[in-house]
């Protein structure tokens, strides 16, 4: 779903083109005075200074149809929902480099005070599950908890639903991943049964896909987070391909399956901000898209739960915050191997440090507790056998 993000600016003016050029006269050639020449044309260029857009898919079941309107599927979520995946995309200043931040759901965090309209508010809390934060002030409460984690500001914003995501499958026409083992899994809708080898996958398929966490890694949503990032690097390989960007067919599907199924902030709502974010993703190579997970560690409390990992989150806020480009040294995640013959990024230098530190090269070295990948890396998903 992010991928999709990186390339709305161009599917949004593939929109516009769609729409308006049929309807639009031949137009008029207008003549200069002697000694005048005409300026350029104006161009909308991409957005100034870096960009924090923050993406939540919900869990709801209400409105969804199909098989989400049974009774035990709307018993699972309704209304507002949980947001059961939340990412931050930021995108660098300099629009060299982009890190999409995915956060556990299960994380366990302190959650500032929401407000909820006609001046009430949801007061503050010192612990609660991050995937609690929409259904308990919607968007806005999201953002909030993850500004108060991260130390940025976050002025963008979106959220997608089950529909939402099957639809931007279904525009893109599937994403093919790798399966390291066979991935199956009764607990989705539809249940899952996948063979190990290449998969292309469209539809209700592809959100279970991203939904599974009992079929993938060791059953958790830390494994399920790695999963998502096998399917978004793939994709984000697709969307940059120039089968799909050339094509304006496809971006006019992925343009409206966007426009249909997510809910934006209101400073997402004009087509020229989407064409100026995705200007700036415009020169961005896919080794300087960076996904990875928020580094947690295992809530001492609660074998459930998890807390945030403070040494390793401390680097990583203080990264995003400097605005600086972030390296792995970690391994992908529980879900996840490198695709076998896929070449293996060199180690990188330098020595993750609480300060944040650069270099033209690696830019912040995070600790190897901090698992992801980048998107021209080619990992599979590792089945847990159930």
């Known amino acids: 779903m992010v991928a999709v993000l990186l390339v709305s600016g161009g599917s949004v003016a593939a929109i516009a083109v769609w729409n308006i050029a049929s309807n639009v006269k031949k137009g008029v050639h207008l003549a200069t005075l002697p000694g005048h020449t005409s300026g350029p044309i104006p161009q909308i260029g991409a957005i100034a200074g870096g ?25 699972g979520s309704s209304g507002a929902g949980n947001n059961d995946v939340t ?47 929409l259904s308990r002030g ?12 991260t130390g940025l500001t976050i002025p963008f914003a979106a959220e997608i ?20 083992t066979a991935v199956k899994d009764n607990y989705t809708t539809p249940p899952l049964n996948l ?8 539809g209700p398929e592809a ?45 006019y599907s992925l343009a409206s399956a966007a426009v249909k199924n997510l809910t934006l902030s209101d400073t997402l709502t004009s087509p020229v901000t989407l064409v100026q974010i995705g200007l700036a993703l415009k020169n961005v190579g896919l080794a300087n898209m960076v996904f990875l997970q928020y580094p947690t560690v295992a809530d001492p409390a609660n074998a ?26 970690g391994k992908p995640g529980r879900a996840a191997v490198l695709q076998p013959g896929t070449p293996v990024t060199p180690p990188a ?9 650069s270099t033209p090269s690696t830019g912040v070295v995070l600790p190897s507790t901090v698992t992801g990948q980048t998107a021209d890396q080619q990992t599979c998903t590792k089945g847990n056998g159930k």
């Open 207 to 251: 959100l279970s896909f991203l939904r599974s966490r009992h079929g993938v890694g060791d059953g958790s949503d830390l494994g399920r987070i790695s999963n998502q990032q096998v399917f978004m690097s793939a994709l984000a390989r697709k969307v940059t391909s120039a089968g799909v960007l050339s094509n304006p067919l496809t971006l």
């Open 87 to 133: 990412m931050l995309l930021h995108i660098a200043q300099n629009h060299q480099s982009v890190t999409v931040v995915s956060f556990p759901r299960d994380m366990e965090i302190a959650v500032p005070s929401c407000p909820l309209g006609n001046g009430r508010s949801r007061p503050a809390a010192s612990q609660v599950m991050m995937n609690t934060t």
């Open 138 to 149: 919607g968007l806005s409460c999201t953002v909030l908890t993850v500004e108060k984690l």
């Open 161 to 180: 639903s089950f529909d939402g995501v099957s639809a931007m499958s279904d525009a893109v026409g599937g994403v093919t991943v790798c399966l390291a």
């Open 349 to 357: 230098t330098g020595t993750p440090t609480t300060t944040p530190t």
């Open 51 to 75: 960009v924090n857009l923050l993406l939540t898919g919900t869990d709801t079941r209400t409105g969804q149809g199909g098989a989400y309107q049974t009774k035990a599927e709307l018993a």
């Open 195 to 202: 063979a190990a080898g290449q998969q292309t996958l469209v």
């Open 304 to 329: 459930n739960r998890v807390i945030p990992l403070v040494s390793a989150a401390n680097i990583l806020n203080g990264a995003l915050v400097a605005d600086q480009p972030v390296t792995l040294s």
